[in-house]
């Protein structure tokens, strides 16, 4: 390993009961003292390794927090600072876009732990033109592969289905498609959150007005 990756995995990686909640909380604290290193890292260090060494630690990451009791919220926030951090690296380290691809597959709709989520629209620069359609590919193969939702609650809202309308909600804000984020997020506008999303979602493109608009029908 690294010299970062001496530094920082040990924090993150753990064999220790963390069943209760002050031994997690105790963890947790290291977890943060691992991304704080790794943010600093990012702001002058190597940004191949600072992206490597991110990624291992996610991947230990979502291991540790699956057996803990992370009712504080600590380790989850210390999870969600590496994505954010493993995707503004992406670029900056010049990940091979077919392998980046892989990797956002695999840890949307593969993964144990499934309730995080990843950003495509904070990889678009990494992915570039060809990297994104890839990706775009890949999700449309899973939609095949799935066929239409059925009646039954447990798939209609499967963690695959649900992960699918997420990302053709944050596809949509990448296109700066005002008809699909509104099909996307404010769906029927029955509901005070799909609208409230769709509002931000359409500020998020800077369509001002609408987002405006669309959030007084709350």
């Not at 704080?36 to 991110?54: C, I, R, S, Y």
């Not at 994505?83 to 695999?106: F, G, N, R, S």
């Not at 997020?185 to 005070?192: I, S, Y």
């Not at 369509?207 to 029908?217: G, M, P, R, V």
Request: glycine share 4%.
């Amino acid at each position: 390993m690294s010299s970062l990756a001496d530094d920082v995995l040990p924090l993150i990686r753990t064999r220790a009961d963390l069943h209760t909640w002050r031994a997690s909380n105790a963890h947790g604290a290291r977890m943060q003292e691992a991304v704080a290193m790794l943010q600093q890292a990012a702001a002058h260090g190597d940004p191949v390794e600072v992206f490597a060494v991110t990624q291992k630690a996610i991947a230990s990451a979502v291991t540790v927090i699956m057996r803990a009791d992370d009712s504080s919220g600590i380790m989850g926030d210390a999870i969600r600072s590496l994505l954010e951090l493993h995707a503004d690296m992406a670029a900056p380290a010049q990940v091979a876009p077919a392998k980046l691809v892989d990797w956002m597959i695999t840890f949307q709709f593969h993964s144990d732990c499934d309730f995080f989520t990843i950003d495509p629209v904070r990889y678009a620069a990494a992915l570039g033109d060809v990297g994104m359609a890839r990706y775009r590919r890949r999700i449309d193969e899973i939609r095949d592969d799935l066929g239409p939702a059925t009646d039954d609650l447990r798939d209609r809202y499967s963690h695959a289905r649900v992960m699918l309308h997420y990302n053709d909600q944050r596809l949509a804000v990448l296109d700066r498609d005002v008809d699909a984020i509104i099909r996307t997020h404010a769906r029927d506008e029955r509901a005070a959150a799909w609208l409230h999303d769709a509002a931000k979602a359409l500020a998020e493109i800077e369509q001002y007005d609408l987002a405006i608009e669309t959030s007084l029908k709350v």
